[in-house]
């Protein structure tokens, strides 16, 4: 770049976010899969929990989990599960993130204490896809998310946020 000229200037207003629910998945112990010597895949089952919040009220279904490839000290996420509305409506999730922490983080989340999102040296964010053809819970299949994950009293937290 030119020292003399200025650098560009962002195109249109940043995106906002808007706190919709939060989806608190109760899971079992991870399974080891295996791999190679540079990274590890587990399987982790979801078998129940709950989903609360102003945009959405529920219950997370037994079944489905996290599929979690760890390369270097970052865990590749990919979980795939299903939430009944407080309708009855059934809606379908993929949520893909990363996880990382540091060793005293991973100490203190293995002792059960509870470590918040925002605590220093946890990096643990998703970007959740929903389907359903429910019309009332349509605008779900319709915009992109994103979730602030934490582990909280044995169970994978995750605060979901609308991209406006």
Same mark, same amino acid.
């Given at each position: 770049?030119?020292?003399?000229?200025?650098?560009?200037?962002?195109?249109?207003?940043?995106?906002?976010?808007?706190?919709?629910?939060?989806?608190?998945?109760?899971?079992?112990?991870?399974?080891?899969?295996?791999?190679?010597?540079?990274?590890?895949?587990?399987?982790?089952?979801?078998?129940?929990?709950?989903?609360?919040?102003?945009?959405?009220?529920?219950?997370?279904?037994?079944?489905?989990?996290?599929? +979690?490839?760890?390369?270097?000290?970052? =865990?590749?996420?990919?979980?795939?599960? !299903?939430? *009944?509305?407080? @309708? #009855?409506? %059934?809606?379908?999730?993929?949520?893909?993130?990363?996880?990382?922490?540091?060793?005293?983080?991973?100490?203190?989340?293995?002792?059960?204490?509870?470590?918040?999102?925002?605590?220093?040296?946890?990096?643990?964010?998703?970007?959740?896809?929903?389907?359903?053809? +429910?019309?009332?819970?349509?605008?779900? =299949?319709?915009?992109?998310?994103?979730? !602030?994950? *934490?582990?909280? @009293? #044995?169970? %994978?937290?995750?605060?979901?946020?609308?991209?406006?």
């Amino acid at each position: 770049m030119n020292p003399t000229t200025s650098p560009p200037t962002p195109l249109g207003p940043a995106p906002s976010l808007e706190y919709v629910f939060e989806i608190r998945a109760t899971i079992d112990p991870d399974l080891h899969i295996g791999r190679g010597p540079e990274e590890r895949l587990s399987f982790t089952p979801v078998s129940g929990g709950s989903v609360a919040g102003p945009r959405l009220n529920g219950e997370v279904l037994t079944g489905g989990g996290d599929w +979690a490839v760890e390369r270097f000290g970052t =865990a590749q996420l990919e979980a795939r599960y !299903l939430i *009944r509305a407080d @309708d #009855g409506a %059934v809606i379908d999730i993929l949520n893909r993130g990363y996880f990382r922490a540091t060793p005293d983080v991973l100490d203190r989340m293995e002792r059960g204490e509870n470590v918040p999102e925002d605590t220093p040296g946890l990096y643990f964010r998703t970007a959740p896809v929903f389907q359903t053809d +429910a019309p009332q819970h349509r605008w779900l =299949a319709e915009h992109q998310f994103i979730g !602030l994950a *934490r582990d909280e @009293d #044995g169970q %994978v937290c995750i605060r979901v946020f609308l991209v406006a």
